[in-house]
């Protein structure tokens, strides 16, 4: 029988129990990683961790952010490639325990996007819908992305791209292009400026800078969870991407280039470098962190580019589950998009 607690902090030997239990879950991702946790708790959001246990097994667990809405006692929650689980039936239970735990906590909402691939994805979408979940309007993550094989030889990995993606990484090697990865703070700073600058010419709202730096602080800046590789052009950082790796396999996450320069093809030797150094430390698969087919795409839609770009190194698609939302209560649910949509637009005019 399975017997399920909700904790707000992990013993060393709990977070040892989680981490064995990821270990031995293809499903697994580093976003359900206590480290994970330990990040957020430094920007203002409170993890909360769920584990259901037989015999004092770990069968499931469910790493939660928790957001609480000013001036009220309700929060929205949020499990980013969660939860983790072994095998459908005890996710079904899983879900049962999880809604109960989520009212008890005084939920509005939750998001839940468990990294769980088709084909087999489907009986998945379908217990979060019999649960009363339904497919978000809004994704935070892809649910489709191209993934690289890592296990061949670098000339054999090089070979199996596009020739002018191969072209691209040879061109900014001869226009005197240089990539370093990321080790001092100044270099955090340098690519979150980047970042801002990219942002702000698209009319978008920037990452929240406390975030990324808990992230660097955590996993980057001494590469135990990921790095950062930044491209470099007369010596002045101009283009960055944040890789994170988990057990074998290693995701682009976040990227940022300067428009300075529209005839230096910078995104091609970042995702290069990018890959051998993953291939050095173990990892056998490389995720492009997300992937829209152009047959899904308008043709003025900007997103044509990404996808033509990402195209270039591999033909590898892979679809996964798609996110849902469980919304509570509709009301407060959305009150609180209102309110963020407004923040994100203050946050975008003012940064």
């Known amino acids: 029988m399975l017997r399920y607690s909700l904790k707000s902090t992990l013993t060393k030997e709990e977070q040892y129990k989680w981490r064995a239990f990821l270990e031995s879950q293809p499903t697994a991702h580093p976003f359900q990683d206590v480290a994970s946790g330990e990040i957020w708790s430094k920007t203002g959001r409170q993890p909360l961790y769920l584990w259901g246990s037989d015999d004092g097994a770990l069968k499931i667990v469910a790493l939660l952010s928790r957001r609480e809405i000013p001036l009220t006692r309700r929060s929205t929650f949020i499990i980013p490639r969660g939860p983790v689980f072994s095998d459908i039936g005890v996710f079904i239970k899983g879900l049962e325990a999880l809604i109960g735990l989520l009212k008890s906590q005084g939920a509005i909402s939750c998001k839940v ?3 769980w691939k088709f084909p087999g994805g489907e009986k998945v979408e379908e217990v979060l819908q019999e649960a009363g979940f339904r497919p978000s309007n809004e994704e935070s993550f ?3 992305t191209l993934q690289i094989d890592l296990q061949p030889s670098l000339e054999d990995i090089f ?3 596009r020739q002018t993606t191969r072209h691209g990484i040879a061109k900014f090697q001869k226009m005197g292009g240089e990539i370093h990865f990321g080790q001092k703070d100044e270099d955090f700073q340098a690519f979150y400026d980047i970042h801002k600058a990219m942002c702000k010419g698209k009319g978008l709202p920037p990452l929240y800078f406390r975030s990324l730096r808990a992230l660097w602080e955590t996993w980057l ?3 135990s969870g990921g790095a950062l590789v930044l491209a470099s052009y007369h010596g ?3 283009a960055g991407a944040i890789i994170l790796k988990f057990k074998k396999q290693a995701w682009y996450t976040w990227g940022a280039s300067i428009r300075k320069f529209p005839k230096l093809p910078l995104g091609h030797s970042l995702q ?3 890959m051998q150094w993953a291939k050095s430390v173990g990892c056998e698969i490389y995720d492009l962190g997300g992937w829209i087919s152009l047959d899904e795409l308008p043709p ?3 997103k044509r580019g990404a996808s033509i770009f990402k195209g270039g190194f591999s033909k590898k698609r892979v679809d996964f589950v798609r996110e849902h939302d469980l919304v509570l209560s509709p009301r407060l649910h ?3 998009l209102k309110a963020r949509a407004w923040r994100n637009e203050v946050r975008r005019r003012i940064l």
């Open 272 to 274: 290069w470098q990018a």
């Open 221 to 223: 800046q001494d590469r």
């Open 113 to 115: 996007n468990p990294y």
């Open 236 to 238: 002045k950082p101009v």
């Open 159 to 161: 070979s199996t791209f």
């Open 142 to 144: 892809h649910s489709s």
């Open 300 to 302: 003025n839609d900007p």
């Open 334 to 336: 959305w009150l609180f």
